[in-house]
């Protein structure tokens, strides 16, 4: 099985989007070659980067059977640019297409380390002094002048863990921190071959935007629909 994992969600001036194609079948999955985009607008940059990648892999993007994609908690610009392109392949090649959140392909590997006694929670940055939180498979938002760790021993991942926990985790000597801070192509890939293998209904590969729609509709109402000449 011949995987495309494209996420663009990492949210941050130090944030990397990652492409890379990924075989094998569930289970014994290994990295063929990944490609990390550094900087701001690495996601936009995708769609080059995905031609030169199969090619440097020798495969084409007829041969994909499935293209693994991450919707999210994340970058705003960068979740709608990789999922774009994801659907656009998966539309193009007739190839299968599955979501998953970023604490999702990072599950495993944390259940793992944290052991039967620590909970999980995944922290990414988000904008306006805000943190997004995933755990057990449910995003939230919260701000970060306000955040409060639950009680128990916890173990914490992402790219704003270090961080919440030097400003919110102060005595806590039960919160663990991880090494981990965004998932790599092969947990991406393997995460979305269990959701098939599992039963679960497919995730829809669109954008997690935790927070509501922030444009409203004009106080005074739509204008009129032009008069016919």
């Known amino acids: 099985m011949r995987i495309l994992v494209v996420n663009g969600a990492p949210a941050g001036a130090e944030a990397k989007a990652l492409l890379g194609c990924v075989e094998g079948e569930a289970g014994a999955l290994r990295a063929v070659r990944v490609r ?7 996601a936009e ?3 080059a980067h995905c031609r030169a990648l199969l090619a440097e892999c020798g495969w084409r ?10 919707v999210g908690p994340g970058s705003f610009t960068g979740l709608r640019a990789s999922l774009a392109l994801a659907q656009g392949l998966a539309l193009g090649t007739g190839c299968g297409l599955a ?19 620590r909970a999980v ?3 990414s940055r988000a904008r ?3 943190v997004f939180v995933e755990q057990d498979g449910v995003v939230r938002a919260e701000m970060c002048d306000d955040f409060v760790f639950p009680p128990g021993p916890l173990l914490l991942a992402g790219n704003a863990a270090s961080e919440m926990l030097a400003a ?29 293998a599992e039963g679960r209904a497919a995730r829809e590969c669109l954008p997690l935007y935790v927070d509501p729609p922030e444009a409203r509709l004009p106080a005074a109402g739509l204008r009129p629909a032009p008069a016919p000449p």
């Not at 985790?169 to 071959?193: E, T």
């Open 36 to 42: 990390d985009l550094p900087g701001r607008g690495g």
């Open 45 to 47: 940059a995708m769609p």
């Open 61 to 70: 993007a007829a041969d994909l059977d499935l293209i693994a994609v991450v």
């Open 99 to 117: 979501g998953v959140t970023g604490g999702e392909a990072m599950a495993a590997a944390l259940r793992e380390e944290a052991g039967p006694a």
């Open 121 to 123: 929670l995944c922290l």
């Open 128 to 130: 306006r002094g805000r």
């Open 168 to 196: 919110s985790g102060a005595g806590r000597d039960d919160i663990a921190l991880s090494s981990w801070i965004v998932p790599d192509g092969v947990m991406i890939a393997q995460a979305a071959l269990d959701r098939r």
